[in-house]
């Protein structure tokens, strides 16, 4: 599988995380530009589709929807303590795969989403998670080759 390529970090002012029946997780960064932004359509291996929306201008990562809910698992999770942690950014995506006339691209990945009280996590992939970057109470796992591993949050709007 193609694995997404985080090439940097930029600031971010602010994360908002929502939940509800029909929207399992969507989580939304700023600032954003006032240009459309290109779309990074990611389908589960397994089932569950995921929406990216990145900003056509420095490729920073601005929301994340689950569209239809993949494989769910739920479990008590913990931080662990040798990992990197980057805060108030969001992570910048190689926009390479994008052609200079295309603002949808499809991809496919091993997604699960992982829960716990008042948190969720959507896992991209079975690898490591080596550093994080935060914004808020959202966070994005990346691998030891800057590769998106995982998007998650802490959020009372999680509860349940």
Do not use: H
Not at 50 to 69: F, H, R, S, Y
């Amino acid at each position: 599988m193609d694995l997404i390529s985080v090439i940097g970090t930029v600031e971010c002012t602010g994360a908002e995380v929502e939940s509800d029946p029909w929207i399992p997780l969507k989580i939304s960064w700023w600032p954003r530009g006032p240009r459309q932004p290109l779309y990074l359509r990611v389908s589960g291996a397994n089932g569950g589709e995921v929406e990216l929306k990145v900003d056509p201008d420095n490729g920073a990562l601005i929301q994340m929807i689950i569209i239809t809910q993949p494989l769910v698992v739920t479990v008590a999770r913990g931080e662990s303590a040798e990992q990197r942690r980057i805060a108030e950014r969001t992570v910048v995506l190689d926009r390479s795969r994008w052609a200079e006339d295309g603002s949808i691209v499809k991809n496919v990945q091993d997604l699960v989403l992982v829960r716990d009280q008042g948190a969720a996590e959507l896992r991209f992939a079975d690898a490591e998670v080596v550093s994080r970057v935060w914004c808020g109470d959202v966070v994005v796992g990346l691998s030891a080759e800057s590769s998106l591993i995982s998007i998650g949050a802490v959020s009372p709007a999680l509860d349940g």
